[in-house]
């Protein structure tokens, strides 16, 4: 019998590394330094698989920071025709038309807008048009973009 239980264990035994300590692949990462190094069969396969991921996350985050941080003063020398209320107004409905919130109107939320609104054109006329308005080539229609549309409108 001796000192150990002969029943088995109930509870996780205790673990005096951290999970921190260690990389996905399970190798031990001392806190001075990390392991991986970014030529690892690890890391390139990551970098492939996620940067398309990455871009797109990072190029919605700064839309929807310069969405934030714009000021009205600039778009009113673009656009002297407007109020600051107007712009705020548009601004508003800007931001109510994108529906997923990252600053940016993208092709399916123009295309779910003209369903709701009755329009009957072809994809591919509604895909020409997008291209035409979003003029950074971004895959998404800005709001300088946007009120550019209205303008013209």
């Known amino acids: 019998m ?8 109930k509870y996780r035994p205790i673990a005096y590394e951290p999970q921190c300590r ?23 396969i990551h970098t492939y698989l996620w940067e398309k991921f990455i ?12 969405l934030k941080d714009m000021k009205v003063g600039q778009l009113l020398s673009q656009f002297p025709m407007w109020t600051e209320q107007d712009i705020l107004d548009f601004k508003l409905r800007f931001q109510m038309l994108d529906l997923n919130g990252d600053g940016l109107l993208d092709e399916n939320e123009i295309n779910q807008l003209l369903d ?15 291209i035409e308005i979003d003029t950074d080539e971004s895959d998404g229609v800005d709001f300088v973009e946007f009120l550019k549309v209205v303008l013209s409108v």
Do not use: M, W
């Not at 001796?2 to 264990?9: A, E, I, K």
């Not at 990390?34 to 390139?44: A, D, L, Q």
């Not at 797109?56 to 929807?64: T, V």
């Open 2 to 9: 001796g000192c150990s239980p002969s029943f088995p264990r």
């Open 22 to 44: 260690f990389t996905d692949t399970g190798r031990y990462v001392d806190s001075q330094r990390t392991v991986t190094s970014p030529t690892s069969f690890f890391h390139i």
């Open 116 to 130: 709701e609104l009755g329009d009957t054109s072809t994809n591919e006329e509604r895909r020409q048009r997008f």
């Open 55 to 66: 871009s797109e996350r990072k190029r919605r985050h700064e839309a929807k920071a310069r």
